[in-house]
């Protein structure tokens, strides 16, 4: 009972969690925005992390091409949701990438994903 509180108060606080370089004091973007608020809708998550990765390729050639990018361009999602279910990392996946086609037409240049469905409670 206990490894269950301690794992739905862990859910709970990471939920809606964003972390980007180790800066504290940052401004989420609106390309972040988006990615939160059109994955949340498709797939009303028990977790959601979006980490903004995109410090560390300011420096690729094809970011270096769009003046640095608009620091926008690189994240980490770890998202767990029942909407999972049934499906494979790769049909999980796709459903990510289709809910963010238009970020990635208009710049969005990577995704790391870590999709899953929820631990089932015990």
């Known amino acids: 009972m206990l490894s269950f509180a301690l794992r739905r108060v862990r859910n709970t606080a990471h939920r809606f969690m ?22 949340t809708a498709l797939l009303n998550p028990a977790v959601l992390s979006i980490t903004n990765d995109s410090w560390q390729h300011r420096h690729h050639i094809a970011m ?33 990438y289709q809910a963010l086609s238009a970020e990635l037409k208009a710049g969005l240049h990577a ?3 870590k999709t899953k469905t929820p631990d089932p409670t015990p």
């Open 64 to 96: 270096r091409d769009q003046g640095g990018g608009n620091g926008e361009t690189h994240f980490t999602i770890h998202i767990e949701s029942d909407a999972f279910k049934g499906k494979n990392l790769m049909q999980q996946h796709r459903m990510i």
């Open 18 to 39: 964003s972390t980007s370089s180790p800066q504290t004091d940052r401004i989420i973007g609106p390309v972040e925005t988006s990615i939160r608020e059109k994955l």
């Open 111 to 113: 995704l790391s994903l």
